[in-house]
């Protein structure tokens, strides 16, 4: 099923046209450009430089300097160093690394030899999560291409750049997508993140130093590089240059992708561009960037898609996966299902969130049972408080943030059900 | 010896590929279950010695993954994503009426060995829900017939 985005922009504008998925036809588009003009007329420190004026965030859900975090890579030393692609793309409401990788391959790989060139990077390792079967196809054929035509491996456009990319292939965990986690994953173990610093830029793959971004963040890459920083910056909002590609999902009427300009207000893509809630609905609470991230309330749906705004209202853009509950739904099922996946997904190396998350979704469970008492609510507060900011890495605060969120925004759906004894929304969906 | 001598000489050129060994395991893990369908104790053993570790090692990342599976399983396995975007949009029902169609209940396999049924975690189809993976492909914005017909028609 081919399921190009609603609203497109520079990244998705040809993802409708299936030549645009082979080498010829990116070719034929302007593609492939920006790193011969990066690697023929451009120095790496030049190439950093300009990533970074262009104020281009990381798309992976934390929002960090691209330009910044390649400047950490060592310029010398005679280790090798490597790049890493995080195509482990599994934060609930997240679908956008996927029509990336299954229409605009060649795309990303640009960016990817861009970014290798500008860190010293003699290799990239593309890790995709188990699942995406089909976008890892469309990938393998892309770098296949890109091998014929000198485009990666020992001269790169014909320069003296050498640069080789693996494919490796995930098996399915949630916290593979933690760059730790995923880096401990590409070595042949368990998934556990680890101990910072040292950062990967010091201490990553296979040990050497390493830069990991998201497939959206190289995708950007080579835009910036053909039209400039000053281009990029005119884009979005003075903090949050560029677009993103939201996903939208849950009960709207258009639910799919939209790549729209960052600072885009979250009511204008929920009901102008989603098409708002089906069958005249209202809607109750919206979750702006995966599912990660706490929830809106409806009355609080006035705010610009960009870290600065949102950050104002206790939440973050994360990966831009907007979810959105109507009128019917019970906060509680939502928390219920929420907990079940974090408790599932904990990787179990920090006590605090092994064993936070299960008491989290125990709680949450017993109060949808109608059998919670009202010091739960409370009990659930201190345990999810109890979790931030005290393991290794982020999935804690993740697990945390949301059952916050839900709590500050929706008690009165917690108290009901203590109240009644049972779940008081008959029209929610099935738990 | 239960992997093959040409999955041995895949495992050997993906281990080319990384700069340690051990980077390859999970290729190798998906070469050995893609012959197999699961990766039993021997094979287990077998590439712990390949891989110069001890057989704990691989059971361990064997049971970290979701993907890995230690015991055989069903000729194909379905997975509904019951995660919140696709329970937005009847996931969970659709899953229980898949389990009333195949007589089975998740984390079963049919009776003639052919459908192992089970829920996942999301799956990156949240704007095309509900949806269910069936080995390696995707069906999206499904109802129950049309899920049950996709069902029906797996050998």
Known sequence: MLTVPHTTSYLSEHFGDDAFTTLAGYRARGGWEAAKKA???????????????????????????????????????????????NADESEPGSFKDRILLERGSQQMLEGIVIAAFATGAEKTFIYVRGEYAFPAEQLRRAVAEAYDAGLLGEKVLGTKF????????????????????????????????????????????FGMPTTVNNVETFSHVPHIVRNGADWFKGIGTEKSPGTTIFGVSGHVVRPGLY???????????????????????????????????????????????????????????????????????????????????????????????REGTGWMNKIVERIERG????????????????????????????????????????????????????????????? | MVISPETRTAIDTEIQRYPKKRGALLPALHLVQQDHGYVSPEAARELAQIFELMPVDVMEVISFYNMFYDRPQGRHHVYVCTNLPCSLRGARGLLEKLEAHLGIEVGETTSDGRITLGHEECLGACGYAPMMRVDGNYHEDLDEARAREILDALG
């Open chain 1, 259 to 353: 790549e729209l300009p960052l600072g885009t207000r979250l009511d204008e893509i929920v009901f102008e561009h989603a098409g708002g809630v089906p069958d005249s609905r209202k809607v109750k609470g919206v979750i702006p960037g995966g599912m990660s991230m706490p929830i809106l309330p409806a009355g609080q749906l006035d705010v610009p898609m960009a870290n600065e705004f949102l950050r104002e209202r206790k939440t973050m853009l994360g990966t831009g996966g907007i979810m959105v509950m109507d009128e019917t739904t019970c906060m509680v099922r939502v928390a219920s299902v929420i907990t079940y996946f974090f408790r599932d997904e904990s990787c179990g190396q920090c006590t605090q969130c």
């Open chain 1, 162 to 205: 050498k640069h080789d990319v693996v494919v490796h292939i995930g098996a399915g965990a949630y916290i593979c997508g933690e760059e730790t986690g995923l880096l401990e994953s590409l070595e042949g173990k368990k998934g556990q993140p680890r101990k910072k610093p040292p950062f990967p830029a010091q201490y990553g793959a």
């Open chain 1, 39 to 85: 690697l023929t007329k451009m120095s790496p420190d030049e190439v950093i430089a300009l990533v970074k004026d262009s104020g281009l965030q990381g798309r992976g859900g934390a929002g960090f300097s691209t330009g910044m975090k390649w400047s950490f890579m060592p310029k010398d030393g005679d280790q090798p160093k490597y790049l890493v692609c």
């Open chain 1, 371 to 431: 059998a919670g008492s009202q010091g739960d609510l409370d009990l659930l507060l201190d345990v999810a408080g109890k979790m931030e900011a005290k393991t290794i890495c982020a999935f804690a605060d993740a697990a945390a943030w949301p059952v916050q969120g839900l709590l500050r925004h929706f008690r009165e759906d917690f108290e009901e059900h203590v109240r009644q004894g049972k779940c008081p929304f008959s029209g929610s969906f099935q738990l």
